[in-house]
Every structure is written in C-alpha cells, then in structure tokens.
C-alpha cells in the first residue's frame, strides 16, 4: 500500500500480514517514525521484515486442503477484524469457519450481546462454552448468550453451539473441508485446538 503525508506520497509500504488493521497499524508506525526523523526507506525495510507477534493469525497447519490458524482475537472488534483478514487475504479460502471461545462468565454476563456483529463475514461460526480464567460460574451465564446475540441480529448465519470439547474437536475434524480456512480464536486454552482437530483428522484418515 501507498503512503500519504499531507497529501504527497511517502512510497511503497509491503508487510507480510494479512488485514486492513495491520495496515492501519503499519500507517501509525509510518507516522511515528516520520516525525520522529527516521527515514522512509528504513521504516519501509523494517516494517517489511516484521513477521507479527504470536497468537496473531498464527499459521498452525494444513490437512486435507484445509488450513488451520488461531488468534487471540477475544473481544467483538478483534474478532471483526480477523474473520475480514482471512476474508479478504487474497489465499482464496472457499469458507472461513470461525471458532470463538467466550472468556470469563462476568464479561460475559455484561458483554455478550456486543458479539452480535463480530462474525458477519464468516460463513460458519463456531461457539464453545465459556473459559473461566478464574471467575466463578455465574447461573445462566454461557457460551450460548453469544450465539443467541448472533442470531438475533444474523437469523440467516450459520451458527453451532458446542460446549464439549470433544463434541467441538469432532465437529471440526468432519466438517472443515479442502479449501477452508477454520481460525480459532480466544484467550483460553482454545490455543491447542488446531493441533487437537488435526489429530483427529489424522485418526478419522486411518479408519
């Protein structure tokens, strides 16, 4: 992408990350150096070297045709902006499957109905129950308020609600088909979840 400053173009910014918001973060590192008297081709040459953090659209494999991502993505805009990434990366992904592991039953309690928005661009969105990182259960208080909001304001969307784990891993292992791109996201122990479906494929191919 191009970089403008006050209207005249700085040059050519190439980052190996996919998503309108590394670009945006890219801009704002752009700026910062700029005023701070860094040269434009040295901002260029290091941004083009940056590979990202962990846990941020983190490539954890293949199997099948299917690609398996996970990010850390755990709250509604983060979410947005990682299922649009894989939407609009260019890697020609026939679906994004999107799995979300809610965090914490008091966020939940208060912030569910925000999450109504977040999987719009995916074509099957996956909920499972909620990580407590601590909390205690509240009554009422699970996974399913996040679908619920989804539905509410998505009827149309594809939305599976998977509180066991097992029953998630066994879904995705059958369901997720050459050409997806099926991205985990939460700040739990969904993290392992790419490498547990892989497993299972692997079980399921040996049958």
């Known amino acids: 992408f191009t970089v403008l400053r006050r209207g005249e173009p700085l040059g050519v910014v190439r980052?190996?990350?996919r998503g309108m918001h590394n670009v945006l973060n890219a801009t704002s590192?752009?700026?910062m150096a700029t005023e701070l008297g860094v040269e434009f081709g040295v901002i260029a040459s290091s941004l083009a070297r940056f590979g990202g953090v962990?846990?941020?659209l983190d490539f954890r494999g293949r199997h099948g045709g299917a690609t398996f991502v996970d990010d850390y993505g755990h709250i509604p805009n983060e979410i947005a902006a990682v299922v649009d990434a894989l939407?609009?990366?260019?890697?020609?992904?026939?679906r994004v499957v999107a799995?979300?592991?809610?965090?914490?039953y008091r966020r939940m309690a208060i912030m569910s109905p925000d999450y109504c928005d977040a999987f719009v661009k995916a074509d099957l969105t996956v909920i499972t129950d909620i990580y407590p990182s601590g909390?205690?259960?509240?009554?009422?208080?699970?996974?399913k308020l996040v679908v619920n909001a989804v539905l509410d304001a998505h009827p149309e969307q594809r939305v599976v609600w998977l509180p066991k784990r097992h029953d998630l891993v066994e879904f995705l292992a059958r369901e997720v088909r050459a050409g997806d791109v099926c991205v985990s996201m939460?700040?739990?122990d969904v993290a392992s979840l790419p490498s547990e479906v892989i497993a299972r494929r692997l079980e399921l191919d040996a049958e």
Do not use: E, K, M, W
């Open 29 to 31: 590192v752009v700026a």
């Open 54 to 56: 962990a846990r941020r």
């Open 135 to 143: 909390d205690a259960p509240i009554p009422g208080v699970t996974g």
């Open 99 to 104: 799995v979300f592991q809610p965090n914490r």
């Open 87 to 94: 939407r609009s990366s260019g890697d020609g992904f026939s």
């Open 15 to 17: 980052i190996p990350l």
């Open 186 to 188: 939460g700040c739990g």
